[in-house]
């Protein structure tokens, strides 16, 4: 359990990367924006390598829940796939901050603890999105004629685009609306003929 001060740290490193990349997290930054000293970050945190596995963490956390609420209920697999992404862009749109954090892994490639645990996250939604994939190809909903390894990365690559191009719109864009939009074509992808 984080306390709210490690909240605040993270949230503000967040929107710090979001302003300024990943040189402009700093703990000097962090200090600056909370409007304490940088002893009193260094209480809560080593480093700013702890503050973004700590980021990663709870991003895990959000995301590894959503999915197993999603893959709980009661509705069809594409109903799930529908569900799932709907939902991950309504936090998306709520926190546009996380965007520039999260589909930014090229900012952690020079920390391997870092890219562990990007390739963590990637590995555990694949693995929870394939289970819902290969639900529907039981079912007869989803298509039977494409791995269920390859037709995750088609959903997972487009939704990862999808969204890289709402933020270099500069977030212009609904992403909701759009989104509804553009799961209806993935849907259509991956539906069963």
């Known amino acids: 359990m984080i306390s709210d001060r490690q909240k605040e ?3 503000v490193s967040i929107n710090l990367i979001a302003q300024k990349g990943i040189q402009g997290l700093t703990i000097k930054n962090i200090s600056r924006e909370i409007g304490i000293s940088e002893a009193a970050i260094y209480r809560h945190y080593e480093n700013k390598i702890q503050i973004l596995l700590t ?5 895990r ?3 590894g829940k ?8 009661p509705i069809s697999a594409l109903e799930k796939i529908d569900n799932l992404f ?3 862009f309504k936090i998306f749109a709520e926190n546009t901050s ?3 954090v999260i589909f930014a892994e090229e900012i952690f490639r020079n920390e391997p603890i ?3 645990k990007v390739r963590d996250i990637v590995n555990q939604n694949d693995v929870l999105l394939q289970l819902i994939l290969k639900e529907g190809q039981n079912s007869g909903e989803i298509r039977n004629d494409a791995e269920v390894e390859h037709l995750s990365v088609i959903t997972m690559g487009a939704l990862r685009l999808f969204v890289k191009k709402w933020q270099y719109s500069l977030y212009e864009f609904n992403l909701i609306n759009e989104g509804t939009n553009f799961l209806n074509s993935i849907k259509q ?3 069963s003929k």
């Open 9 to 11: 740290i993270i949230e």
């Open 61 to 63: 956390m959000i995301s």
């Open 114 to 116: 870092l890219i562990n």
């Open 66 to 73: 959503l999915f197993k609420e999603v893959s709980e209920l």
């Open 189 to 191: 992808v991956i539906a």
């Open 86 to 88: 709907m939902k991950h």
């Open 55 to 59: 980021l990663l963490d709870h991003f």
């Open 98 to 100: 996380w965007v520039a």
